[in-house]
């Protein structure tokens, strides 16, 4: 995925210089056009994942001069680096090319450690701005779909729904696992609502200790209990107009679960102490990695609840059902790492983004961020090679051929279960278990490794609590803590 840059110069022999230069030193991608028209057509037909991300653009050229091809690309591609480079000395001609949004201006002949300095602080800027404008945006409450990144394959039909969502104020969960990005989506919704620019309150129901769940949420009076000594609003009366998020709504404890559905039903909240009810008006996105079905046949969740949450539902599908959109994604994080890190690095190799493909994700695109931002500090050259990529479950490993091929060929399950004759559920269902149990020779995993594996998993869908995840396994906290020091 090298940066695509595109040189608009009616010199040849110029863009040849540069190109080459960028090639060389930088590992760029070059794409030439001989005068302003032909560089606009290009523009026009470059609009993909891989679309040309700087522009170096000669001032004098035939056909359309460089003054009107940059006036365009301010309309129809908003934000797009410019470089100027002309033979001209007149300084009127940096100052407006400048004041139509020109990134830099430079006076030919241009030195090859000049040309370098620019370019790659003109994407640096590029990719700060782009950042700052999405926070801005989400500050705002006006974060929407278009600023997703790397939804636009395995998650387009996902986004489709989650705009129909949008388009009222229906009560919404979205559901997926850890990492996938659900407060993201919550954000888009509300960011596509009618509650637009209103606040957007998000709230990690797991992370509130139990007995401070009520006051959070539905707020306190001064006095109200042993420590408040000022009154609080709450969440749901600081979304007053808006969204409130709930995330990991599973986790609240059965009590709260009570009070949240009076919420639901009277459109009202009673802060602790206070001893009335308050009106509020806010629309309640909610989300889990929790199968909450489960938790209501088990007691834990209330079934008024649920089906009160459950109206319009919206699943994420985890990472490794969408490796397309891993490209997209890891351009986007190598971006703004170069800038955070003050890195030189802002590109990764193809067999590094191979590598990343074939990953099984097991934290989703938090896991993918995080394996990056560490890819980046360790790398050496000036993109990342397959090396620099370390993953933070060893035992996950890449996905072998003989996996990839179990998704695609439900004939490989055959194979393996040994008979023709199973179910086509039980294909199915072994074309997901092959995914764990074969080893990266394709041959299967010991008893040993798949306990490992399965610790490791469990430590990470119940983000690090080991007294969860070893009842989840069916053992001992004892047991599991000595498992993992054996492994380790």
């Known amino acids: 995925m090298a940066t695509k840059v595109l040189i608009a110069d009616d010199d040849a022999t110029q863009r040849r210089l540069i190109a080459m230069l960028l090639i060389k030193k930088l590992g760029y991608k070059i794409v030439e056009a001989e005068n302003g028209r032909d560089a606009l057509s290009i523009l026009e037909a470059d609009q993909n994942e891989q679309s040309i991300q700087l522009i170096i653009l000669d001032l004098r050229m035939p056909e359309i001069d460089g003054f009107g091809v940059l006036e365009q690309i301010n309309v129809k591609y908003p934000g797009r680096p410019v470089i100027i480079l002309t033979g001209s000395q007149d300084v009127q001609d940096a100052v407006n090319a400048m004041q ?25 800027m590029s990719t700060l701005t782009k950042e700052v404008t999405r926070l801005k ?76 769940v009520e006051s959070t949420l539905f707020g306190h009076e001064k006095g109200a209990f042993t420590g408040a000594i000022q009154k609080a609003a709450g969440k749901f009366r600081e979304a007053e107009g808006g969204t409130i998020f709930l995330d990991e709504v599973g986790d609240l404890p059965l009590e709260a679960q009570v009070k949240l559905l009076r919420v639901l039903q009277q459109k009202e909240v009673e802060p602790v102490g206070a001893g009335r009810a308050v009106p509020v008006n806010v629309r309640i996105v909610s989300a889990t990695h929790r199968n909450l079905e489960d938790a209501v046949r088990a007691g834990k969740f209330r079934e008024d609840l649920y089906f009160r949450l459950n109206v319009f539902k919206i699943e994420l599908p985890p990472l490794r059902a969408r490796s397309n959109d891993v490209p997209a994604l890891a351009k986007h994080f190598i971006s703004r790492f170069a ?33 990056l931002h560490r890819a980046m500090v360790l790398c050496d050259q000036d993109q990342i090679q397959p090396d620099d990529i370390i993953f933070e479950n060893a035992s996950s490993g890449d996905m072998p051929a003989a996996q990839t091929a179990s998704y695609a060929d439900p004939q490989s399950a055959q194979r393996i279960m040994g008979s023709t004759q199973h179910s086509a559920q039980a294909i199915d269902a072994a074309n997901g278990y092959i995914v764990y149990v074969l080893g990266q020779d394709g041959e299967f995993k010991t008893m040993e490794a798949l306990e490992n594996e399965a610790m490791h998993l469990a430590i990470e869908f119940h983000d690090g609590n080991i007294t969860r995840a070893a009842k989840a396994l069916g053992i001992a906290k004892s047991t599991f803590y000595r498992k993992m020091d054996k492994a380790l």
């Open 339 to 371: 800038v955070t890190e003050n890195s030189r690095i802002n590109d990764i190799s193809d067999a590094a983004m191979a590598k990343l493909q074939r990953h099984i994700w097991p934290g989703n695109v938090r896991e993918l961020e995080n394996t």
């Open 137 to 212: 945006k989400q500050e705002s409450g006006t974060f929407g779909f278009t600023d997703l990144i790397g939804y636009e394959g395995g998650l387009s039909g996902v986004v489709s729904i989650s705009r129909k969502a949008a388009s009222s104020d229906i009560p919404t969960l979205i559901t997926g696992e850890t990492g996938v990005g659900k407060e993201v989506f919550a954000r888009a919704i509300h960011g596509e609502s009618n509650r637009a620019g209103a606040p957007f309150i998000a709230v990690n129901c797991g992370a509130i200790p139990e007995n401070l």
């Open 100 to 124: 139509l949004g020109a990134t830099d201006f430079m006076t030919k002949p241009v030195s090859s450690e000049r040309m370098i300095v620019s370019v790659q602080n003109a994407l640096k």
